[in-house]
């Protein structure tokens, strides 16, 4: 194999350095020196060799056969140390230290991935409380818009039109008719409800908004007088007077109209009639297979959200299941309409669908866009106990409107 060359005293290249340690750094790598001689050393070799290949330059001497040999094998000498000092030093020490950087970055990325599994904090689980057994003491409120406190604490909104189930069980059945006016900018109140079931044996009582005026028993008026107490037969009484905790401490500047019913099973209601809409307190037992607005009354409150409850018994009551006369009309306001559009575009989505399931359970016939639109907005902002004030501050009503 061919050794390196050596510099001469005059700074050019030669041969005779058997090991090339005149050359060589103290780690054995080649200097500089050596580096720039080589180059020199080629340039002027390979110009000699083309610019007078035959010795015609006059006073030049034309290199012998043995001058050329020596000549060539000093190229091809100069070429191979070069090759060796480039291919079998310099690249495999690069390739290596590449190596080991990335390997180095992968161990790096690798540590701070255990680290954060290991030091991550686990989702939490939501766990249902014990259920509560039947027969137990629970109550259930509605007020304004309406906002409902569920029998096991959680708080939800229904804002559009149409007859819901406040409880609905075998024994006992409580239904509330919603509609806007024009004090909550077309948004829902509750302004009737209707008691039944198979523990009032057959009868139906309603009560409404001092401004129907319709306290009735299977559509017979009573509680004519106030303050005046109606008995239905064995079953339990209803009182008429101003008698009453107030759910609402806004609606103290009316003068305070309240009924009282005591029913069988210990099922007790304090309904407060206002000009336009109707309050409601409700305490009872629970009963089997319980659900509605009110919820499932589980002890769960997780699962009294407006959708899981649509989910679970439909968005409105079925018309064959209907205990009032005939259903409301069901009418989208402007504000309404402005509200939805501003829900969330993943929100609409998955609601559509949601409303597209709950509405199947009601059998309606075909669904309206308009009870199509009312779902939506109760599952977009039933969780929102401020959608009146959220629509003021968009400006889709009056600063004067009334929460």
């Known amino acids: 194999w061919f050794k390196p060359l050596s510099l001469a005293s005059n700074g050019q290249p030669v041969l005779g350095d058997p090991d090339g340690s005149a050359n060589m750094s103290k780690s054995g790598v080649p200097t500089l020196a050596l580096m720039r001689a080589r180059s020199k050393s080629s340039a002027a070799l390979g110009s000699t060799l083309l610019a007078n290949p035959a010795g015609k330059d006059a006073g030049a001497k034309t290199p012998s056969g043995k001058d050329v040999e020596h000549g060539q094998a000093a190229t091809e000498q100069l070429a191979e140390t070069t090759y060796r000092f480039l291919g079998e030093r310099a690249s ?14 992968l161990g790096l990325i690798a540590i701070c991935l255990i680290v954060r599994y290991l030091t991550a904090t686990p989702p939490e689980k939501h766990e249902a409380p014990p259920p509560i057994p039947l027969g137990a003491m ?8 309406p906002h409902i406190h569920s029998f096991d604490g959680a708080r939800s909104n229904i804002y559009s039109s149409g007859e819901y189930y406040i409880v609905r069980s075998k024994q006992v059945v409580i239904q509330g008719r919603f509609v806007g006016n024009q004090r909550t900018a077309g948004l829902a109140t509750m302004d009737k409800l209707v008691v039944g079931g198979e523990f009032l044996k057959g009868r139906r009582i309603v009560v409404s908004s001092l401004g129907h005026s319709d306290i009735s028993v299977n559509g017979h008026p009573i509680l004519e007088q106030f303050p005046s107490t109606y008995f239905i037969g064995d079953l339990g009484n209803i009182t008429y007077s101003a008698e009453g905790r107030l759910l609402d401490r806004a609606a103290g500047r009316w003068e305070r109209h309240i009924v009282h019913m005591h029913l069988p099973l210990r099922v007790e209601l ?3 009639l206002w000009p336009d809409y109707i309050d409601l307190r409700l305490v009872m037992q629970r009963q089997p297979d319980q659900d509605g607005c009110c919820g499932n009354f589980d002890g769960d409150a997780a699962n009294d959200t407006v959708e899981e409850i649509f989910e679970r018994i439909g968005a409105r009551v079925p018309i064959e299941e209907l205990l009032f006369n005939r259903p409301v009309d069901i009418v989208m ?7 939805l559009k501003v829900c969330p575009k993943a929100r609409h989505k998955r609601t559509m669908a949601e409303c597209t399931r709950a509405l199947a359970k009601v059998r309606r016939g075909t669904t309206s866009d308009a009870l199509r639109m009312s779902c939506m ?3 977009c902002f039933g969780s929102n106990g401020h959608a009146l004030r959220l629509a003021r501050k968009k400006g889709f009503v009056p600063p004067t409107q009334q929460e």
């Open 138 to 145: 629970g109550e259930c409120t509605l007020r304004g818009n």
């Open 92 to 105: 495999p020490s690069v390739g290596l230290n590449l190596l080991r950087l990335g390997l180095g970055v």
């Open 270 to 272: 304090t309904v407060f």
């Open 377 to 379: 907005l109760d599952i």
């Open 333 to 339: 306001s402007q504000v309404e309409r402005k509200l």
